[in-house]
C-alpha cells in the first residue's frame, strides 16, 4: 500500500470518527430532548390529571330530586257529566312541564327518540358514547373544524338538563360524563329515558313545552298516550334545534326532520316498511293548546286561591308561596265542578234576555248590568258551578279578573230575612203562625221608619210566613227590634257564614231588611244550604283534594260543619220559603218539575237585586247589578229580586234538574199541623170562621211544642148600627142593630190603623150617636122601663169569646197547607155592608 492510498484510508477513518462523533452528539441531543419533552408531556399530563381529578372531585352528586322535581305545571280536573274526570285548566309557571309516567308514553315515541338522538342507548352503560365521540370529532374536522355532529348520549342530555348549566366549557363536560357513568349506575333504563323524555324542551315560537305531554297537548291537542307513530316522529325531530324544527316554527323543515327520525326507526328495526310509508304519507292535523288561558275561569281562579290558602295553612309558607308551588309544584287539583252545570251557567250568562238592559252611569256612559251565579250540593258543600260576571270586551281573554260571585260582596237585600230574622225568630221559640203587626213604626234611637216595597202600604196583622212570603219590611224590622234583638240576629247572620261586621251588628235596616253589609252569592249559597239540610251548615269547598305528579296525596279538603237551625225549625222556615215561590215576589223561580224554596232580595235603591233558592238537590244563589251603586231603574220602575234574577234562576235550574227525579224536601219528626187563626197565631174560636172577610182559618205546621194552646182574643163579636157602622147604643133603633165579627189588634194606635188595610176590620171606637126616640104626644105614658134617663156612657156591646171553651169551628187538623190568603178586596167604604146591605139595596 502507497503512502497516498494509507494517507487516505487514516482521512477516511478520522472523518468517520468525526461524523460518528457529530451523529452521537446529535443523538445525545435528541435523547435528551425526548427525555425532556417526556418529562415534560408526564408533567403535563399530571397536571391535566390532577385539574381533571379536581374537577370529578367536585363534580356534585346525583340528585333525584332535580331529575323528578323539575318546575312542573299543575293540572286541574274536574268530572264530566258521566262522573269521568277531565283536566281542565293546566297551571305553569316559566317551564311549561307535565310529568308522565313512562308507562304512558308510547311505545314508538320512546323508540324514535333513541333512535334520532342515541342508538346505542340500551346497550351502553358508561352513560357516554366512544365510539360515537370519536365519530362527532372526525366528522367535525372533515367539516373543517365546525361543530356539525353532537356526541351527547340521553343521560347526558339529562344531567345537563337537569343538574348541570348549559355553559360550554370542559369543567362542565367532564362532570357530564362523570355524572352519566353515574346516573347508569343507579338507574335503570327506563327510569333515566323517562325522565328524559319529561324534562327535555320541545317548545318552539310562542310555544312553551317541556316534556313529551306539553308537547303532546302544544301541537297535537292531545293526550301524549294518543300520539300515533306519525305524531310521534314529528315530536322527536324537535329536539335537535326547537327554534328551527318546531312545526309552528317551519313546517317544511319539521316534515324533513320527521322523515328522518322515520326512516332512523326503519334501519334500526322499530317499524316496518309499511309502518314506514304510512306514517310517511301521513297529513297532520296540529291543533294548538292554549297554555296561557283556560276555560271556566271564575271557578278555576277560585280553586287556585282556595289551594293556595289551604298549602299556606298546611306548609306553614306565604300566600306568595304557595301560588307558585301551584305554578312549578306539579300538583294534581281535583275540584268540585261539575262539567255540565258549569257549562249550563255559562250558556245562561250568554244570553241578554235573562239580563236588564245596558245602563247609563251618572256620566253618561254605558254600563253592562252584571251578574254572578253559584251553585252548589248543599248536602257535602261541594260547590258545581260559579259565574263571576258577563263577559266584556275587558275580560276577555283574561285568567285573572274581579269575580262577582266571590269577591267583595253586595247588599243582600230581602234575601238575607230568612237568615237574620225568621231563622232566628223560629230559634227563639217563635212559629211561622206568631203575628206581627204591619203598621207604621219609628225608632227613636236609631231615627228610622222602615218602609215597605209598595211604600205607604201595610198590610195589618200577618203571620210570619206571609210577612215572608210578600217580603213586607215593617214586620221583617219590628221581629229583629222588638221580638229577637239585634244581637240575636247578627249572631245567626255570622253562623249562617255572613261577615257580619260591628257597623252591620248595631243597624236594624242592615241586620232585618238586608240595607248595608257585603254579601257573596257564595256565601247566600252557603247559608241558604243550611236551612235545606236540615239547619246543618257546611263550609263550601271548590276541591277535595290535591296530590304530586306521582299521585301522594298532599291535601285532603273536607268540609266542616256546625248546626244553626233545628230540622224541625229548618223544615218550617223551608215550608215558608216555598211559599214565597208558589204565592209571593219569587214565583218567577218556579220549577215544573220540582219543588223550590227561595227568596228573592231588592236594594232599596235598585242597585243590587238577589233571588237565591234551594230544591232537594241543589243550591243556587243569583245577584245582578254593576257593582257600582247605579240604579237599575228603567221608565220610572226599578229591576228586582224576583225579575230577571228569579228568571235566570229558573233558566240555569231547570236545565239541571230536567233529568233529575222529583222528590220532595225531607219532613223530620217532631212536625205537627194545627188548625190557627191567621189573625192571632192562636187556635181559632167560632169568630174566625165568621170574619167579614171570610174564614180566618188555616192549618199551620209546628216544632212539636211549639203549637198554640190559647185561643183567639183577636176576633171579637160588637154590636153596631147597621146603617154607620157603629157600636150600637140603647137607642140604636132595633131594626138597625146587628152583631158582627170584627179584629181588636193589640196596641195599635188610631194612626195606625187608618193606614193599615185591615183598618176597615177593625172593631169601632165610636158609638152611635143616633137620638133619642121623640117625646110622644100629651097624655101618653110611657112604659116604665123608659123612663129613666139615658146612661152617660154607652153600654159596652163588645163580647169576647170564652177563653176555655173549645169552639166548635169544624177546622182541619189535616197536613195540607193552605196558601197564605189576602182577602182584603173589600171596596166599600162600609166593611158591614158585605153583609148587611143598605135597605134600600137588592137582597
Not at 207604621?440 to 222602615?450: L, M
Amino acid at each position: 500500500m502507497d503512502k497516498n492510498s494509507d494517507l487516505n484510508l487514516k482521512r477516511s477513518r478520522r472523518k468517520k470518527n468525526s461524523e460518528k462523533k457529530k451523529k452521537s452528539s446529535i443523538k445525545l441531543f435528541f435523547k435528551w430532548v425526548g427525555i425532556a419533552f417526556l418529562i415534560l408531556f408526564f408533567a403535563a399530563v399530571g397536571a391535566i390529571g390532577g385539574k381533571v381529578l379536581a374537577i370529578i372531585k367536585n363534580t356534585p352528586p346525583i340528585s333525584q330530586e332535580a331529575l323528578t322535581s323539575q318546575a312542573q305545571s299543575s293540572v286541574v280536573y274536574a268530572k264530566d257529566e258521566n262522573g269521568n274526570w277531565q283536566r281542565v285548566a293546566i297551571l305553569h309557571g316559566a317551564d311549561n312541564r307535565l310529568w308522565v309516567p313512562i308507562e304512558k308514553i308510547p311505545k314508538n315515541l320512546q323508540n324514535a327518540f333513541v333512535a334520532i338522538e342515541d342508538q346505542r342507548f340500551y346497550k351502553n352503560k358508561l352513560g357516554i358514547d366512544p365510539k360515537r365521540i370519536i365519530g362527532a370529532l372526525i366528522a367535525d374536522i372533515m367539516a373543517g373544524g365546525k361543530p356539525v355532529e353532537g356526541a351527547s348520549t340521553i343521560t347526558q342530555q339529562l344531567v345537563k338538563n337537569t343538574m348541570l348549566s348549559s355553559e360550554k366549557t370542559i369543567t362542565r363536560k367532564i362532570q357530564e360524563m362523570v355524572l352519566a357513568w353515574r346516573l347508569e349506575q343507579i338507574y335503570s333504563k327506563q327510569q333515566i329515558l323517562e325522565a328524559y323524555l319529561n324534562t327535555i324542551y320541545l317548545g318552539g315560537p310562542n310555544v312553551n313545552a317541556y316534556g313529551v305531554q306539553a308537547a303532546s297537548l302544544a301541537y297535537f291537542g292531545k293526550d301524549v298516550s294518543q300520539l300515533d307513530l306519525a305524531e310521534c316522529a314529528m315530536i322527536a325531530g324537535i329536539t335537535k334545534n326547537p327554534s328551527r324544527y318546531s312545526p309552528y316554527a317551519d313546517l317544511e323543515a319539521a316534515t324533513e326532520r320527521q322523515h328522518l327520525v322515520l326512516k332512523k326507526m326503519l334501519e334500526q328495526g322499530y317499524i316496518t316498511k309499511e309502518e314506514y310509508e304510512k306514517a310517511i304519507s301521513e297529513k297532520l292535523v296540529f291543533k294548538k293548546t292554549n297554555f296561557t288561558t283556560y276555560e271556566h275561569k271564575y271557578f278555576i281562579d277560585q280553586v287556585i286561591n282556595d289551594v293556595a290558602d289551604a298549602l299556606s295553612q298546611h306548609l306553614n309558607i306565604s300566600h306568595d308561596e304557595a301560588i307558585k308551588k301551584i305554578y312549578n309544584g306539579g300538583l294534581r287539583i281535583y275540584s268540585t265542578m261539575d262539567l255540565q252545570i258549569q257549562k249550563t251557567m255559562e250558556e245562561a250568562f250568554k244570553n241578554p234576555k235573562l239580563f236588564p238592559p245596558d245602563i247609563k252611569d251618572r256620566s253618561g256612559n254605558t254600563r253592562i248590568v252584571q251578574g254572578a251565579m253559584v251553585v252548589m250540593d248543599w248536602k257535602t258543600g261541594e260547590v258545581k258551578g260559579i259565574v263571576g260576571g258577563r263577559e266584556t270586551e275587558e275580560t276577555k281573554g283574561k285568567t285573572r279578573i274581579f269575580n262577582y260571585a266571590t269577591q267583595g260582596g253586595r247588599p243582600a237585600g230581602s234575601s238575607i230575612k230568612p237568615l237574620t230574622v225568621y231563622g232566628p225568630a223560629l230559634e227563639k221559640g217563635y212559629t211561622a203562625a206568631t203575628v206581627v203587626d204591619d203598621v207604621p213604626v219609628f225608632y227613636k234611637q236609631w231615627n228610622w221608619e222602615p218602609h215597605n216595597y209598595e211604600s205607604g202600604k201595610y198590610r195589618g196583622l200577618m203571620t210570619f210566613r206571609e210577612a215572608l212570603t210578600y217580603s213586607e219590611n215593617v214586620p221583617a224590622a219590628r221581629i229583629v227590634v222588638e221580638m229577637i234583638g239585634l244581637h240575636t240576629a247578627a249572631e245567626y247572620g255570622k253562623k249562617f257564614g255572613l261577615t257580619v261586621t260591628k257597623d252591620v251588628a248595631s243597624s236594624p235596616a242592615a241586620l232585618a231588611l238586608g240595607a248595608g253589609g257585603a254579601v257573596t252569592p257564595l256565601q247566600e249559597a252557603a247559608a241558604y244550604g243550611a236551612i235545606a239540610n236540615g239547619g246543618v251548615y257546611t263550609t263550601p269547598i271548590t276541591f277535595t283534594k290535591v296530590t304530586d305528579s306521582k299521585g301522594k296525596v298532599i291535601l285532603e279538603n273536607k268540609p266542616s260543619q256546625h248546626m244553626v237551625l233545628t230540622p224541625q225549625n229548618a223544615y218550617i222556615l223551608t215550608s215558608m220559603m216555598q211559599d214565597v215561590v208558589k204565592y209571593g215576589t219569587g214565583t218567577n223561580a218556579r220549577l215544573p218539575n220540582m219543588p223550590v224554596a227561595g227568596k228573592t232580595g231588592t236594594n232599596e235603591s235598585y242597585n243590587d237585586a238577589w233571588f237565591t233558592g234551594f230544591t232537594p238537590y241543589y243550591v243556587g244563589s243569583v245577584w245582578m247589578g254593576t257593582g257600582e251603586n247605579i240604579p237599575m231603574i228603567y221608565g220610572g220602575r226599578g229591576v228586582v229580586g224576583g225579575s230577571y234574577p228569579a228568571m235566570l234562576w229558573r233558566t240555569v235550574m231547570a236545565e239541571i234538574h230536567k233529568s233529575l227525579p222529583y222528590k220532595d224536601f225531607e219532613r223530620p219528626p217532631g212536625i205537627i199541623s194545627v188548625t190557627v187563626c191567621k189573625d192571632s197565631g192562636e187556635l181559632p174560636t167560632d169568630l174566625c170562621h165568621q170574619d167579614l172577610r171570610g174564614d180566618r182559618t188555616y192549618t199551620e205546621i209546628f216544632a212539636e211544642g211549639t203549637q198554640p194552646t190559647t185561643y183567639c182574643t183577636v176576633h171579637v163579636l160588637a154590636k153596631i148600627n147597621s146603617q154607620n157602622g157603629k157600636l150600637a147604643t140603647e137607642f140604636t133603633p132595633p131594626d138597625l142593630v146587628k152583631e158582627a165579627v170584627f179584629i181588636d189588634p193589640p196596641g195599635r194606635t188610631p194612626e195606625q190603623n187608618a193606614v193599615a188595610l185591615d183598618g176597615k176590620y177593625v172593631v169601632p171606637k165610636d158609638y152611635d150617636d143616633t137620638p133619642p126616640p121623640a117625646q110622644p104626644p100629651s097624655g101618653e105614658v110611657l112604659p116604665p122601663e123608659n123612663t129613666q134617663n139615658p146612661p152617660s156612657q154607652p153600654p159596652n156591646e163588645i163580647q169576647q169569646p170564652p177563653g176555655n171553651t173549645p169552639p166548635n169551628n169544624g177546622g182541619n187538623n189535616g197536613t195540607t197547607q193552605n196558601p197564605p190568603q189576602n182577602n182584603n178586596n173589600n171596596t166599600s167604604s162600609n166593611p158591614l155592608e158585605k153583609i148587611f146591605p143598605p135597605k134600600n139595596s137588592k137582597p
